[in-house]
């Protein structure tokens, strides 16, 4: 069993900041824990606008406080997140999300992410080769 408390992994090695300042991510699980998914809580910062296309990983987020929207880029349709939202990019959707308020998200990922990555210049974050064995 794994048991771990948010507030100490925020002070930890498990809490990244993104360097362009959009966001923070505790990731409290991850590859490591050989769960074949990786959660992390993360959170959207005010006014925060980025593109992301996770080329490599599938992802689900849970939307726990906050407003913005995240808008598809296939389509161009634009979904409304609030509190209780969840959006899944079932199929590794490149997408632009907007935060109109600080937003806190619950994330997972598949394949599960090490620890350190933060999005490349594709939005996307790396498939390192130790991701997939």
């Known amino acids: ?9 925020e002070q930890s090695n498990r809490f990244i900041k993104d ?3 959009n966001w ?9 824990d050989k769960m074949g998914f990786s959660f992390h809580v993360t959170t959207i910062y005010k006014d925060a606008e980025f593109q992301m296309h996770y080329q490599n990983h599938l992802e689900s987020v849970f939307c726990m406080s906050g407003e ?3 808008e598809s880029l296939e389509d161009g349709q634009v979904y409304p997140i609030s509190p209780g939202t969840i959006y899944i990019l079932d199929k590794n959707d ?3 999300l907007r935060a109109r308020s600080e937003m806190k998200m619950a994330c997972v990922f598949n394949p599960p992410l090490n620890g350190k ?3 490349n210049k594709d939005g996307a974050y790396e498939l390192t080769a130790d991701a997939i064995d």
Do not use: C, F, Y
């Open 1 to 9: 069993m794994i048991v771990r408390q948010l507030q100490d992994a």
């Open 19 to 21: 360097p362009k300042g």
């Open 24 to 32: 923070d991510s505790t990731r409290l699980l991850l590859k490591e």
């Open 68 to 70: 913005g929207e995240v």
């Open 94 to 96: 490149k997408h632009i």
């Open 117 to 119: 990555e933060v999005h």
